[in-house]
């Protein structure tokens, strides 16, 4: 007799999410919750609002938050898919500690004792700064805060730094460089207001979608747009003018856009005379960046550069936004200084609709720069070097300042360093290296040459396969805290569930070990808005003050803007209002910008030019993302991007497996036929790990002052390998 089959209902109550299959409306969502959580997406630097459903403990759905003034509801395909992570099948439950077999679940008086061991024995041997540690910029700030603290006082090593280097520290430099302090000049609400936007290096619609909406506002009122982009991203297909610039010729490009404004007298000298310093030496620099020398070396027509100068002319009101597409490369400081030389140069900043800024990528990642997580940084944004700042810091930690290490290494540097045998333990918070750092090889022999390996990660990330003990940490809605959006709005993370199995908050796991290398009293808090209380206190009075903010104060005005130096005071929601920068003296600061080809430039044995960069399904290494169907389903693997004409060439057509070639190594994956890419240039999105890697190939040269790698531009050569079927 046929037994049967189980109904859907019946698999669903039997194996629960470990099906891997989500039932119409989402995992248990036709349960009622037992409570609305108000949050935010755990993603990209919009930090869209949203309430997550709770049932039993677990988070099984959302419902739109339409009171939270930045999305107003909305949200892109990740944020509505956020949710499956919680109960993904994948999520680790319990510490994990490698043994010859592979790894065992352990308890976690077993794994921390085991890390304790591991950082007294790499310190006694080789010295404080032999032990590292790598922390993310998704995190909260009061992680962001507690990282840097356990780095310079638990373990006294210089060597912490964070994943925001392959993101934001560019435009950030060079915001401290003109400005004198790092953060967006406006709020996002300004983007309607004004009359032209110029976007360049940012594919608004897939990294940071819900912005798009503020896009469409500005053009519903009139206003005209521009895109710089060596794609023609789904943003720019909608620009008034779309300036298609060759891979690493951005600052030319800019200075040309420059040289046109001045020719024709189109800047504004009251401003320039008034608030700013050392308009003659841009002015020196740009002089010979002629609409026909620029074209040369940007690759856009001269009458296109003539033609964006005119429409920022003509606006009364411009904003000007950036993002990896021009900040990733070794002159990355460079090309962001170039675009705010224009913006000074014009006057256009310090107004309603008039203004500047990066677009930030990572959840965090204006939170995540500021709080002392980066290797020359203390919290309030302050300088590791500056005595002044040391000592501040120390007061507040209770510690003295010759205690307090210096300036340690950035991160692709800090693996340089594993590489070369001074660095052997390292602990990671939410970094995934194997796939986010360039070249990938050098990563893998920097991971196995390591003593002792420890990383906290919600999921086994394919770092934490080298890792020597796993530590089943937090998802953002497991854990209390606050973020800072890319507009310099903290707002409130809420705890929605506790921490699945015997995983813990990734703050309790950090403090754990400190309390266990003997740092109880430094270390005493009992949940994260102590930390937060404390993060106030010490940026007080430093460049990031967020003094006058608190749990409570957040919640009440959904966001607050920093500075917010006092209690009474209402937050900054737009800076240099009245011309007034942060510099000391009170002006902004011109930096003249030559152009300088990338560090590997096309050849003739590497003539194309490879760019990587997001899709909009996938976030950074994947980690969440790659593991949430829906989100596999719409981009299912990298594909490379590449132009009819650069197809042609080498007989490729969609779907033909294609191995591209670089002088570091190669990754062969599908072609896709596209007209939107110059033709010069190919593109592979970066969010997978091994064979399908983009970053196999790319060059890991650094800017100079970032420290940012060149992700942006390498030299490589095309072979197809296999027709497609
Ligand atoms: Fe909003 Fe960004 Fe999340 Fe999309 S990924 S929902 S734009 S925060």
Redesign the pocket.
Known sequence: MAIPPLSEQELIQQYGPHLNYEPPGGWLAEHEPDRLVKT?????????G?QLKVHNEKVVGFEPWEDFPV?QGK??????K?YLQNNHPDRLLHPLIRTDNGFREADWDDALSLVVEHIQRIQATYGKDAFAVLSGASVTNEKAYLMGKFARVALQTANIDYNGRLCMVSAGAANKMAFGIDRVANPWSDIPLTQLVLVTGSNIGEC????TDYLWRARDNGAKFIAIDPRMTPIARTADLFLPVRPGRDSALMNGILHVLIEHDWIDHDFIDAHTKGFESVQKAVAEYTPQMTAEISGVPAASIVRAAEMWAEAEKSMLLHARGIEHHTKGVENVLSCINLVLATGRIGQPGCGYGTITGQ?NGQGGREHGQRCNQLPGGRDIENPQHREEIARTWKVNESELPHVGLTAVELMDAVNAGQIKGLLSLSFNPLVSLPDTKLTRAALEKLEFYAAIDPFMSETAHYADVVLAGSLQEEDEGTVTNGEGRVVRIRRAVPPPGNARADWEIIVDIAHRLGKELLFPYAEPEDLFRELCRASAGGPVDYAGLNYTKIEQHNGVFWPCPSREHPGTPRLFEGGEFAHPDGKAQFHPVTYRPPDEDVDATYPIIMTSGRVVSQ?LSGTQTRRIGPLVDQYPGPQIELHPRLAEQHDIQSGDMVCVESRRSSVTLPALVVRTIRPDTIFIPYHWPGEQAANRVTNRALDPISKIPEFKVCAVRLRKVKAGV
């Open positions: 935010h997406c755990c993603f990209c630097g919009v930090q869209c949203i999305n949200l892109c395909p990740k944020g509505v956020r940071f979608p819900i912005l959840g976030y």
